[in-house]
């Protein structure tokens, strides 16, 4: 598997939405399932961390299933649009997946002159 997490700009400035995508893609020469550990949980997702996790759930990029068959070098993707962000900050942006344990991070700078 190889996942991918996308977005527009690593620099977004003040009432910028941010746009980003993730993308589940499958390497091998077979099915690749994909499942979440909780009924009501998707089988993948986007979040990002401020005082608190916001999944994108709502948002329109869940996945609704929380199982996903991806087939042999096939590909799965979510996109989603936040909405600004509350306040100037660097942000982390994950990429998760269930059954398979793993994650992506993506760091991004909101209303900031520089990210360094």
């Not at 700009?9 to 499958?26: A, G, I, K, M, S």
């Not at 005082?51 to 996945?63: C, D, F, Y």
């Amino acid at each position: 598997m190889r996942a991918t997490l996308w977005s527009e700009y690593d620099q977004y400035y003040r009432d910028e939405p941010v746009h980003v995508r993730f993308t589940l893609e499958n390497l091998s020469d077979a099915d690749v399932v994909v499942e979440s550990d909780h009924p009501s949980k998707p089988a993948i997702d986007m979040y990002f961390i401020d005082t608190e996790r916001r999944w994108s759930i709502g948002a329109g990029a869940s996945q609704a299933s929380n199982r996903l068959i991806i087939p042999p070098h096939g590909q799965h993707t979510i996109e989603w649009t936040l909405p600004p962000f509350p306040q100037a900050d660097i942000y982390f942006l994950f990429g998760v997946w269930g059954s398979l344990n793993e994650e992506v991070r993506l760091s991004i700078c909101y209303d900031f002159g520089r990210c360094d």
